[in-house]
């Protein structure tokens, strides 16, 4: 399994806009229906940071998230939007879970 957490801060203008592209991967994704993909995106309180926390059976699936059309529009957008915050990206392992992932 591949976890990965990536948060930054957008500016207050791009953020709706960020919102409608993650939308978009969220609708491609599923449509798509990956067994091995958890995509999820929250804002936080300030209305502009977003943090991404997805799991991935493994880096194939994380590879497919990365080959969508609405993935890349995303990320072209984002890295063309003047960011506050660059992406911090991190890979924390994971320790227990209520949850079960994957098999």
């Given amino acids: 399994m591949k976890i990965v957490r990536v948060q930054y801060t957008t500016t207050k203008e791009?953020?709706?806009?960020?919102?409608?592209?993650?939308n978009r991967v969220v609708a491609e994704l599923?449509?798509?229906?990956?067994?091995?993909?958890?995509y999820s995106t929250y804002l936080l309180e300030d209305g502009k940071t977003f943090m991404h926390?997805?799991?991935?059976?493994?880096?194939?699936?994380?590879?497919?998230?990365?080959?969508?059309?609405?993935?890349?529009k995303f990320a072209e957008e984002l890295w063309a939007s003047q960011m506050e915050a660059e992406p911090k990206l991190e890979l924390p392992s994971l320790v227990s879970s209520t949850e079960m992932f994957f098999d």
Wanted: charged share 25%.
């Fill in 14 to 22: 791009f953020a709706p806009v960020n919102q409608e592209n993650i």
């Fill in 30 to 38: 599923k449509k798509l229906n990956h067994p091995g993909i958890k």
């Fill in 53 to 72: 926390f997805d799991q991935f059976e493994n880096e194939e699936a994380h590879q497919v998230l990365q080959g969508l059309a609405s993935f890349k």
